[in-house]
């Protein structure tokens, strides 16, 4: 079982940054791809970007790409997402999560999920 905190959501102003963070514990950290998610009121959880285990391959949704940054530490068990240029319709719950090694972008694949951290960019 592994388990999974998330920190570094907050408010921020349009164009500003932020840089979450998600702690592993309880497993094998390296065994797992790592892959962010957003949730906003009312919508389908989506996916954000994800990171393969070993950390060398990575992939962004069209609509975050140029902006945000995944990266991991598998000595430090954590998974990163740097953000910046934020824009309010990054405006939701941010979610890491541990998946399969063959990566994917359905959050349904995912076996174990963090409790979330808030994120809001006002504009």
């Known amino acids: 079982q592994v388990q999974l905190v998330e920190s570094g959501g907050g408010l921020v102003q349009a164009g500003g940054s932020l840089r979450l963070s998600c702690a592993a514990s309880g497993g094998t950290f390296s065994n797992y791809a790592m892959g962010w998610f957003r949730q906003a009121p009312g919508k389908e959880r989506e996916f954000v970007a994800l990171i393969i285990s070993s950390g060398d391959s990575t992939s962004y949704a069209d609509s975050v790409k140029g902006r945000f940054t995944i990266s991991r530490d598998n000595t430090k068990n954590t998974v990163y997402l740097q953000m910046n240029s934020l824009k309010p319709e990054d405006t939701a719950v941010y979610y890491c999560?541990?998946?399969?090694?063959?990566?994917?972008?359905?959050?349904?694949?995912?076996?174990?999920w963090g409790q979330g951290t808030q994120v809001t960019v006002s504009s």
């Open positions: 999560a541990a998946g399969p090694k063959v990566p994917t972008t359905s959050y349904r694949r995912y076996y174990y």
